[in-house]
């Protein structure tokens, strides 16, 4: 179902998708008339909305090319509960988002990813080896780090004990972490899935110099194990690229530019 949004002199459409439980999932659909369409994935806790993707789909639309932002379930406008974790459950929303441009005849040629979002991108490339392109920006290699800046010490003890953790993080919103979801992060295993990446998929990561979240060292290790990638450090650069978006743009688009073309080329 699709409305079309209140500006008529911008081309943007919001779109609900049902993804494979039934639950609904909303995005802006950024038309420009290609058949091609880019599909942004957000980040841990964040939407949509947040300003690399808004400013990522307007240099997608001065550069001709379609997106589509949406909300992960649980997230933003996206129906369900949010949950820690649950890297598999975006990656089938990812799927269910392709599945409907797909219906509606579109080439999905590119999924761009941040942070988490990253991780969720090259984690549905290697599941489901049906796109070309995949932009990781700022993902992490090694998903079981980072786990207690974020929820502090003795994490694993409170959670074992009481089956939960409930955390409260400033500037986001109060959420719980079960064991479950926990269990579902440091199962998951990046480097695998990234062995499994098609060697027809071209890969950027893209990753910032100063990034206090996400240490730069872990896009490197990208860098040696997929087959065919690309890897670009934005000096400077925070996990956000607050002060480097244009740079961060030009990088991503550009890749995307070249690969659709390079494609084209070697479809005539």
């Known amino acids: 179902?699709?409305?079309?949004?209140q500006n008529p002199s911008v081309q943007q459409q919001r779109i609900i998708i049902p993804n494979k439980q039934g639950e609904q999932l909303v995005g802006i659909l950024h038309e420009t008339g290609s058949a091609e369409i880019v599909i942004l994935c957000h980040g841990f806790a964040a939407t949509k909305d947040h300003f690399i993707f808004m400013n990522l789909a307007a240099a997608l639309e001065k550069a001709g090319l379609s997106s589509f932002r949406f909300d992960f379930t649980g997230n933003g406008e996206s129906e369900g509960s949010f949950q820690y974790a649950h890297f598999r459950r975006e990656v089938d929303d990812i799927h269910s988002v392709a599945q409907y441009?797909?219906?509606?005849?579109?080439?999905v040629s590119a999924v761009v990813g941040h942070s988490k979002g990253g991780n969720v991108v090259l984690l549905?490339?290697?599941t489901y080896q049906d796109i070309n392109i995949v932009v990781n920006i700022s993902g992490r290699y090694d998903v079981k780090a980072g786990i207690e800046e974020r929820l502090g010490k003795g994490f694993m003890e409170k959670i074992k004990k009481d089956g939960f953790l409930?955390?409260?993080?400033?500037g986001r919103f109060d959420y719980r972490v079960t064991e479950e979801s926990m269990m579902d992060r440091l199962n998951t295993n990046i480097h695998e899935a990234c062995i499994r990446i098609n060697k027809q998929c071209r890969v950027l990561?893209?990753?910032?110099?100063?990034d206090p979240i996400i240490p730069v060292e872990e896009a490197f290790e990208f860098d040696k194990i997929i087959p065919n990638h690309k890897l670009q450090v934005i000096?400077?650069?925070d996990h956000c690229y607050t002060h480097q978006q244009a740079e961060l743009t030009s990088a991503v688009v550009g890749f995307i530019k070249e690969a659709i073309q390079q494609d084209k080329a070697a479809a005539i």
């Open 101 to 107: 441009f797909r219906g509606a005849n579109r080439l």
């Open 1 to 5: 179902m699709a409305q079309t949004a």
């Open 166 to 170: 409930d955390v409260k993080d400033p």
């Open 205 to 210: 990561t893209v990753h910032g110099s100063a």
């Open 124 to 126: 549905y490339a290697s």
């Open 235 to 237: 000096e400077e650069a």
